[in-house]
């Protein structure tokens, strides 16, 4: 049976699509990362309305858990790169989906469609839940800035999903995966904050969704940031992909 | 005994183990220098508030190769080979051979912390040649007492990570909250702004075998990080209780688990 190049194209991505949405891992991670986020957010609440002298802003108290957050997404990458390499399915996927590029890139695909509407989800109600906690005590927002610190955060935990994937793709196996990027997310960077230039993926990722006003000095602007990001991720897709294709499954 | 040179043997085979005792021995130094060489003029200038904690904070960082050692420990004996494999696990070869499961676990629990000991130790090794090769003589003091404090926070972390992964059979929930935790986004930091009873979590209670001496304590007002809030004996007490509670939770489920569910 021929079926053309699109409809194929189609398939694979409904495939991949499927496969991540029966990974029983996956919703234990989004509804893993969804309460902690509720939890962190409401002690950072808490904590910004003891402090008390200051007045606490929304977005900064509401987005505060974000550096917590992005653990749970970059398990989520991880997984849906690294569970086909657990029990044989790759075999499996490449015998059904021989087509290795396209395979992997409908799969970065079918986690961007899952990913957006998690992190949607996560920050916003981050942000609702310190805009009800501080109401009376925090200083106004104006809309539109709530709205592009939604995007800006929601697009960050998505292109770091997808640089999760690429590296897990790229390593094969979860733990070594995990230890390398928690390891950079979590220690590395935050330990050399000030030495490097914002130029990494996280630094520079952080101007995506803080917002402009928050007193630090601001070296890029909310799109050079997304920019930087998207360049990191589109490359480290792109290598996943040239090692993919070349590499004994 | 032999069960105990079993698991020494199996822990130093795992491919992992090699990155755990790379940065269990290196990153101290690393972090203790860059963190001297940050502070060098505050130090000769004689303003630095932070001189007592100089060498010490790569020892607080370094604990991540500890932590990975404890999962991979438990983690590698749980992974399930691929359905060519047979789908087999390497715990049901190690429960055939180590019949009483006691004694499996006291032999990978002792191994686990023999090889932190030594890992700290070898840390501490580092640390001091490349504190006073930048600083020179106003390099801080390595008193005995504290690096006895920072051996045990190690050993208890790993055995922390040890018993969690064997609750949890998998390594990646222990690790990520773990290697969180340690790092300066620690909940346990977050959790103290709200309540004080988040200093008697263990590794908050832990850190204060080492980090923190009475004349560095830092006035309220700084709100630093780092305030002591214990003494460094009741830290390591608290920090001992909770891994005596966890180490015998996990004896007890280990005991009575199936090994295939």
């Not at chain 2, 790569?58 to 060519?84: D, K, N, W, Y």
């Amino acid at each position: 049976m021929s079926v053309s190049s699109g409809r194929k194209t189609i398939r694979v991505l409904r495939a991949e699509l499927d496969k991540l949405m029966t990974l029983p891992w996956t919703w234990t991670a989004v509804t893993v990362t969804f309460l902690v986020h509720l939890l962190l957010t409401a002690a950072f609440t808490s904590a910004s309305l003891q402090e008390g002298a200051a007045v606490p802003e929304i977005l900064n108290t509401g987005l505060a858990s974000m550096s917590y957050l992005q653990a749970g997404f970059i398990i989520l990458g991880i997984l849906a790169a690294c569970s086909e390499y657990t029990g044989g399915q790759i075999r499996t996927t490449l015998t059904v989906i021989p087509w290795r590029g396209r395979q992997l890139f409908m799969k970065h695909l079918a986690l961007t469609l899952i990913t957006i509407p998690a992190a949607l989800i996560l920050t916003a109600s981050g942000v609702l839940y310190a805009g009800w906690r501080l109401g009376g005590h925090a200083a106004g927002v104006e809309p539109h800035e709530i709205i592009q610190a939604l995007l800006g955060a929601t697009g960050y935990l998505t292109l770091t999903t997808l640089l999760s994937a690429a590296v897990g793709a790229l390593l094969r196996r979860t733990l070594p995966a995990l230890v390398i990027l928690l390891g950079y997310y979590f220690i590395i960077s935050p330990w050399s904050r000030g030495l490097l230039p914002a130029y990494f993926p996280d630094t520079a990722g952080r101007y995506m969704y803080l917002p402009p006003s928050s007193g630090e000095l601001n070296i890029l602007t909310p799109v050079q940031g997304a920019g930087i990001v998207m360049i990191w991720t589109m490359s480290l897709v792109a290598i996943a992909i040239v090692f993919y294709r070349t590499r004994d499954a | 005994m032999k069960a105990f040179y079993a698991e020494i043997s199996k822990l130093l085979s795992l491919p992992g183990i090699w990155l755990a005792l790379l940065i269990g021995a290196l990153a101290p130094a690393v972090v203790a220098a860059l963190d001297s060489l940050a502070q060098k003029e505050d130090i000769l200038a004689g303003v630095s508030t932070r001189l007592p904690e100089v060498g010490y904070i790569g020892l607080g960082f370094g604990i991540q190769g500890v932590i990975i050692l404890g999962v991979l420990a438990v983690s590698s004996e749980f992974r399930t080979e691929s359905s060519e494999g047979a789908g087999g696990q390497q715990i049901s070869t190690s429960l055939m051979v180590v019949s009483s499961r006691l004694q499996l676990f006291l032999a990978k629990a002792v191994a686990v912390s023999v090889i932190s000991i030594l890992l700290c130790i070898l840390a501490v090794i580092l640390i001091v040649p490349t504190t006073r090769y930048i600083l020179g003589d106003y390099a801080p003091l390595l008193e005995w007492t504290r690096l006895a404090g920072a051996v045990c926070y190690w050993t208890f972390t790993a055995l922390l990570a040890f018993g969690l992964t064997l609750l949890t059979k998998q390594g990646m929930i222990p690790l990520t909250v773990l290697m969180i935790n340690s790092s300066l986004v620690s909940f346990s930091v977050l959790l103290a702004k709200v309540t004080k009873l988040a200093f008697y979590l263990p590794d908050r209670a832990g850190l204060e075998m080492f980090m923190f001496t009475k004349d560095g304590v830092a006035p309220a007002a700084t709100g630093s990080v780092f305030d002591s809030y214990h003494t460094p004996v009741t830290g390591g007490l608290i920090m001992f209780a909770w891994v005596a509670v966890l180490l015998g939770t996990a004896a007890i489920v280990f005991h009575r688990r199936d090994v295939a569910a």
